[in-house]
C-alpha cells in the first residue's frame, strides 16, 4: 500500500468509515442473520454510503455468509467476497485482507461483519469443535480431559507464571482495569456490574489459575466495520486512516501441546510489520485495543506487540499503565473481559470512536494513534494501527 509522510502527517489509501453495533446480551432471541443486518446496515448509514454501493464483504464469526447480507440489506449481487481462518485473529486480519482487496483494485468500499448468538446457542464447548488440528484434540488432548480454551491457555498463563513471574495480582489488575472501563460504557454487558477485589478472589476456579473473572463473555450479537478507498470516501472528517495492519501465525499453528516454544506467537512477527508499515512505534499509541480472551493474553500480547519488555507485562500491568489514567489505556470500552465477545470486532469499533471523540465518559484526551490486536485459535495473530481523522488528512 503506498504511504508517504510527511511533518504534519502520514496519507494513507483506505481508511475505517463506517461502523455498526447491535446490544451485547446473553440472550438476544433474534437470529444471526438479523443482528448482522442490523449492524452493517448501521455501518453504512455512518459511513454515508448506499449498500449496493458496497462491492466486498469479509463474513467472519462462522454462523454467517455474504448471501445473508445480500438478503438482508441489499448489497449488490455481484459483490466479492472473502473470508480469513476463523476464531478471534479474524476481525484484524481482515482489515488486512480489505487493504489488499482495495489495492489490488477489487473493491472501493468492504464491509467486514461479525454476528453469532455466543451465549445462547453457539456456546464455546462447541466452537471449539471447528478449530485446526482435531486430530491433537481427539487423541492426544480430550482423553486426558482438556476439552475447552480455558484449559488450554491456562497451561500458557501457567507456564508464564514458572517462567517470569506473573501472578494472580498481575491478572486480577488485568480484569479489575476492564470492568472499570465498563462502567462508562454503556453498551457494555457488565455495566452496573462493579468487580471488586474480593470479588475477584471469592470467584470460582474455571482452570487454574484462571477464576471466573480471568475469563472472557459469551455473547448475543453483531458488530460491523466498513472500510474504504481514500478515494471513495465523501465523509473524510470522519474517515480513520488505517495506517499499517499485518497478521501472522505462530510456529506449528495448528497444534499448541507439541509447539517447541509457548511463548511465541503470531504477534511477535506482525508487530514490527504493522508497526513499520504505519511509520510509528508502540510508543507512539495513545491507547491500545488487546484481545483480552483470558487476563493473561493481554498481557502476553502486550508483550509480543512491544509496548513493554519480555516477562515485564505483569509489573508494567499492576502499576496502573493499562488503566484508567494510566499511561497506555487499554480497552476502554471493557474488551471481552467486560463489554462483550465479537471476536474482537468490537475492539475496532472502540478504536474508531475514541480516534474520532465520540467514546463518550470513557474518552481519552486527543488520542492519535491506536494499535488493535487480534488473536485466534493457538496463537494467530495480528495487528492495526488507525490514526486520528486530522493525520489521517494531513499530506
Sequence with gaps: MS??????????????????????SRRSGRSVQAQACEAAAAACVDAGVAPDDVDSVIPLGGYLTTEDLIAGIGLPDSVYDATPGPGGNAPVASVRLAEVMIAGGAARHVLAVVAKNGASEARIADRVTALPGQEFRRQLERPQGW????????????????????????LAAVALAAYDFAQSNPRAMMNG??????????????????????????????????????DAIDRTERAVPVLGASTARPQSPDDLSGRENW??????????IAFERAGVGPDDMSAAMVYDCFTFELIHQLEAAGFCPPGEGGPFVASGAIARGGRLPVNTHGGLLAEGHMSGMGHIVEAVRQLRGEAGANQLDDPRHIAVTGWGDWGDGSLVVLGSP???RAA
Design 193 to 230: 456490574r462493579p468487580l471488586t477485589r474480593a470479588m475477584y478472589d471469592a470467584s470460582p476456579m474455571i482452570a487454574e489459575p484462571y477464576q471466573l473473572y480471568d475469563c472472557c463473555q459469551e455473547t448475543d450479537g453483531a458488530v460491523a466495520v466498513l472500510l474504504s478507498a481514500v
Design 147 to 170: 476439552t475447552s480454551p480455558a484449559e488450554w491457555y491456562a497451561m500458557l498463563c501457567r507456564r508464564y507464571m514458572i517462567e517470569h513471574g506473573i501472578t494472580k495480582d498481575h
Design 263 to 272: 511463548e511465541l506467537i503470531g504477534l511477535h512477527t506482525a508487530a514490527p
Design 390 to 392: 486530522a493525520r489521517g
Design 3 to 24: 504511504r508517504r509522510r510527511s511533518g504534519s502527517g502520514i496519507a494513507t489509501t483506505f481508511a475505517v468509515t463506517g461502523i455498526g453495533m447491535t446490544a451485547m
